[in-house]
């Protein structure tokens, strides 16, 4: 034990000399407290860690679980305190770093820029490489079918795609079908002649989700090694990349989706990074909610077929019950959508079809009596389907392997059972899910029906989504990870770290720590919140909105250089755009209006010829856009970014709250909007020598206590209080 002790004090060492080499290395860098602070922790927490298998049962003590929670405000140069320490010890350790980004922005950067940067620097050599979900590369097997330039094995093209796209395929006007066709052949050729990657990211413009999802290349279809176009598949080019890489680049989807899949390193033997970790808990909710049609079924008749024909071929004695299953989920599921639709179809049918599906939750969770019997059925009926699935799914394997001159023909069978299986997943992991009853004190899960016309459809779904993040990580993520580092400049809500180690599932957790990082910028020196009320209360949006919008207007009418607004609704931005007088029309660039590289490239080319140049935009411009400089003098915050939890989970989650005697407003609504807030805020000071002004036309930031709590969470601004106009 002592000699593991002195190793973790040569590791933790080791590691900050990197760091320290790397930062003199670099050419006119300069030495930040804050970053050496950080990666002092990043170098300890790792170090500590033991990675591996342990063998308890022969008397060696249980593995040391160490994470770290650091806040690092903009500017203090994170990506470097985390990479260079973590990589070091990975080297030392004989083991891999996996970084997880919420957004393609950073991994870009990451992968494009900071570490080969840093892979020229570090002393020890290392190779990285990006990670994406299977999803983003073509299928050389189904893209030849579609391009006209493969064989049709025994069935249709149509009988391996999804039955939408084939209803699409069928009522799309020839000259489109031929378009398609067109454009698929013209992708294969790309693709045989090396010019293309396979890589949807890489093409020019990358094609619409209906346009690529035909081609995708999708695990359930997969029959990898087996497949007759493996030696040219993309998807195990770049996961042999992987292989080699100390440094693996993914994203947070992908992370928690690929859990037990062997897709990415083992958690309980790497060095986990989770960058731009304040999204983890909503991807999380995501991850783990699920859904299922119940008007949509003629699948199942289609994949009880293909069982059948498959099965017979291969004589697999588990396909005598297949009928009997195919027939129950199908009567199951009509009987359920004629139960929702006599209980909630009132409700459903009085919800305008202008904001998307009609949508009505279950109180409580609590199914009406009537649902849950079938719903038994359902999850009986489809777990028995599966099964018979995965008995023929297994004698397909083993024929392939025994018949290999046979791949082409075994692959196609394998995909006709694999594009339609998944949705037989999908449909059994609901119905468990809404069948799933909170003992009495528990938190319940969150569960709705919708409806909404699609063509001549009336569309009737279920859905189910666990209502806490926190514990849906704690139970699937931190369970195997036994090093990680968690970073973002906006961890902390109202000044506290709490928030976030519930959201996350690492409250309470002893092997957590927590750290904050202020920024090196001198705040109160560089910038100036200048809280400009309105008469009109905020919530009442009408008479607010008016109002506001003629300060607003007032105010960027003086905007000099770039500057930033960021709005709360569409609406509000609509009226805004309405209001704008015709001089300042050409001044003002609108999110979506122009493609996003577009319209930031022309705000930058206006800055630069020294013209004044506004952005409208709202949440996603909000963050992770970097404007230093005059490219954003100035920061408009139309009104304070409250997400009130009006979604079902939202909905669900403030209601089982209330039920246990707790407020979600406090609870949720205000940590989760300091977050936001903090996220906006940070678009005016990116340097040490930008100076800027943040607007907030929000009077509750400085007229009610919450509104207080509000700004402790954001940088320490001079702060300015300005009447109404």
């Known amino acids: 034990m002592r000699h593991y002790c002195m190793s973790q004090q040569v590791w933790a060492a080791q590691a900050l000399e990197s760091f320290d080499a790397v930062v003199q290395a670099t050419e006119g860098f300069r030495s930040r407290a804050g970053q050496r602070l950080m990666a002092e922790q990043v170098a300890r927490t790792f170090s500590s860690a033991t990675l591996g298998k342990v063998d308890e049962e022969g008397g060696e003590a249980a593995p040391t679980r160490s994470i770290a929670v650091i806040q690092a405000g903009t500017g203090v140069g994170k990506s470097l305190a985390y990479c260079a320490p973590a990589i070091a010890l990975a080297l030392s350790r004989g083991t891999r770093v996996l970084i997880s980004t919420a957004t393609v922005a950073l991994q870009e950067q990451l992968v494009n820029k900071d570490l080969p940067a840093l892979a020229a620097l570090m002393p020890q050599p290392f190779k990285f490489a990006l990670a994406k979900g299977r999803g983003r590369y073509v299928c050389k097997l189904k893209l030849d079918r579609l391009a006209g330039t493969g064989e049709a094995e025994e069935e249709a093209d149509d009988d391996l795609f999804a039955e939408e796209e084939a209803a699409a395929r069928a009522k799309r006007p020839r000259h489109e079908t031929e378009a398609r066709i067109q454009f698929y052949s013209t992708m294969a050729q790309t693709l045989s002649k090396g010019a293309w990657d396979g890589d949807r990211d890489s093409l020019d413009t990358p094609p619409e989700?209906?346009?690529?999802?035909?081609?995708?290349?999708?695990?359930?279809?997969?029959?990898?090694?087996?497949?007759?176009?493996?030696?040219?598949?993309?998807?195990?080019?770049?996961?042999?990349?992987?292989?080699?890489?100390?440094?693996?680049?993914?994203?947070?989807?992908?992370?928690?989706?690929?859990?037990?899949?062997?897709?990415?390193?083992?958690?309980?033997?790497?060095?986990?990074?989770?960058?731009?970790?304040?999204?983890?808990?909503?991807?999380?909710?995501?991850?783990?909610?699920?859904?299922?049609?119940?008007?949509?079924?003629?699948?199942?008749?289609?994949?009880?077929?293909?069982?059948?024909?498959?099965?017979?071929?291969?004589?697999?004695?588990?396909?005598?019950?297949?009928?009997?299953?195919?027939?129950?989920?199908?009567?199951?599921?009509?009987?359920?959508?004629?139960?929702?639709?006599?209980?909630?179809?009132?409700?459903?049918?009085?919800?305008?079809?202008?904001?998307?599906?009609?949508?009505?939750?279950?109180?409580?969770?609590?199914?009406?009596e009537q649902l849950i019997a079938p719903l038994g059925l359902l999850a009986a009926s489809a777990e028995g389907f599966l099964d018979a699935l995965r008995a023929i799914s297994k004698a397909l394997r083993a024929e392939m392997r025994d018949k290999p001159d046979e791949a082409k023909r075994l692959s196609t069978l394998y995909a006709q059972i694999g594009m339609l299986a998944p949705r037989l997943e999908e449909l059994h992991a609901t119905a468990q899910l809404l069948l799933q009853d909170a003992p009495e004190g528990a938190v319940p899960a969150a569960k709705w029906f919708t409806l909404e016309v699609d063509g001549d459809f009336i569309v009737v779904k279920a859905h189910a989504s666990p209502i806490l993040p926190g514990t849906t990580l704690r139970n699937h993520l931190w369970s195997a990870v036994r090093g990680a580092v968690l970073t973002s400049a906006t961890l902390t809500s109202c000044g506290h770290f709490d928030f976030f180690l519930r959201e996350a599932g690492l409250h309470g957790d002893e092997a957590t720590t927590t750290l904050e990082v202020p920024s090196p910028f001198n705040y109160a020196a560089q910038g100036t919140l200048i809280a400009a009320e309105t008469r009109a209360d905020p919530k009442n949006a009408a008479q607010f909105t008016t109002e506001m919008v003629d300060a607003l207007l007032h105010d960027i009418a003086r905007v000099e250089y770039g500057a930033l607004v960021l709005f709360t609704s569409r609406e509000q931005m609509r009226q805004a755009v309405d209001a704008l007088p015709t001089a300042m029309r050409s001044v003002v660039l609108v999110q979506n209006a122009l493609p996003r590289t577009q319209l930031l490239r022309r705000h930058r080319e206006r800055v630069e010829n020294g013209e004044p140049s506004v952005i409208f935009g709202m949440q996603s411009f909000g963050e992770g856009l970097d404007l230093p400089g005059r490219l954003c003098e100035s920061v408009f915050i139309t009104k304070l970014p409250f997400a009130p939890p009006d979604d079902p989970v939202g909905e669900a989650r403030a209601e089982w709250l209330r039920a246990v005697g707790r407020d979600p407003f406090s609870e949720l609504v205000v940590p989760a909007t300091a977050i936001r807030l903090a996220q906006w805020v940070g678009r005016a000071i990116r340097t040490e020598e930008d100076q800027a002004h943040v607007y907030c036309y929000d009077k509750r930031l400085v007229r009610t206590s919450y509104g207080q709590r509000l700004l402790k969470g954001l940088p320490p601004f001079a702060l300015e209080q300005r009447a109404p106009l």
């Not at 081609?215 to 598949?233: D, I, L, M, N, R």
């Not at 928690?256 to 808990?281: F, I, K, M, T, Y």
């Not at 999380?284 to 699920?290: E, G, M, R, T, Y």
């Not at 209980?343 to 009406?368: H, N």
Request: aromatic share 4%.
């Open 209 to 368: 989700p209906e346009v690529w999802s035909p081609v995708a290349a999708e695990g359930a279809s997969c029959t990898g090694k087996h497949c007759p176009a493996f030696s040219q598949c993309t998807y195990y080019d770049k996961r042999k990349e992987l292989v080699g890489a100390q440094v693996i680049v993914a994203n947070h989807d992908l992370l928690l989706s690929s859990l037990g899949a062997r897709v990415l390193p083992e958690l309980d033997n790497c060095l986990l990074v989770l960058d731009e970790a304040h999204h983890l808990p909503a991807t999380a909710l995501d991850q783990f909610a699920c859904s299922m049609d119940l008007s949509r079924i003629t699948w199942i008749e289609r994949l009880a077929s293909r069982g059948l024909r498959i099965g017979a071929l291969l004589e697999v004695e588990e396909i005598a019950d297949i009928p009997k299953h195919s027939a129950q989920l199908r009567q199951t599921l009509q009987d359920l959508a004629r139960i929702v639709m006599d209980v909630y179809g009132a409700q459903l049918k009085s919800q305008p079809s202008a904001w998307g599906p009609a949508r009505v939750r279950v109180p409580r969770g609590e199914l009406p």
